[in-house]
Nanobody
Framework: QVQLVESGGGLVQAGGSLRLSCAIS????????MAWYRQAPGSQREQVAV?????????ADSVEGRFAISRDRDNAKNTLYLQMNSLRPEDTAVYFC????????????WGQGTQVTVSS
């Protein structure tokens, strides 16, 4: 069974930084794309950043220039990261790791989420 486990969330002051990690385990060699999503209270889940298998990345306008998505597949660690700099109170949300496999069949995998709280 494929599992995604996030870590690295916490409480930080505005302007600070956090680095989220997502450890991937299970019978999958790689995803076609991996992403970070976030969901604030009362809001829909939104995609924050995505990285394709070829390495290309895309960011939501709200985090462009502040966040960086990367992955580490060396030594079988298979970990996804999100470096978050210049954090703002509006970045407060639960952050989820996501993996997409084209298959077929098309499948999505989610982690349980990690809370990020940015105080003003």
């Amino acid at each position: 069974q494929v599992q995604l486990v996030e870590s690295g969330g916490g409480l930080v002051q505005a302007g600070g930084s956090l680095r989220l990690s997502c450890a991937i385990s299970g019978p999958i060699s790689s995803f076609n794309a991996m992403a970070w999503y976030r969901q604030a209270p009362g809001s829909q889940r939104e995609q924050v950043a995505v990285i394709a298998s070829g390495g290309s990345t895309h960011y939501a306008d709200s985090v462009e220039g502040r966040f960086a998505i990367s992955r580490d597949r060396d030594n079988a660690k298979n970990t996804l990261y999100l470096q978050m700099n210049s954090l703002r109170p509006e970045d407060t949300a639960v952050y989820f790791c996501n993996g997409l496999s084209y298959g077929p069949p098309l499948r999505q995998y989610w982690g349980q989420g990690t809370q990020v709280t940015v105080s003003s």
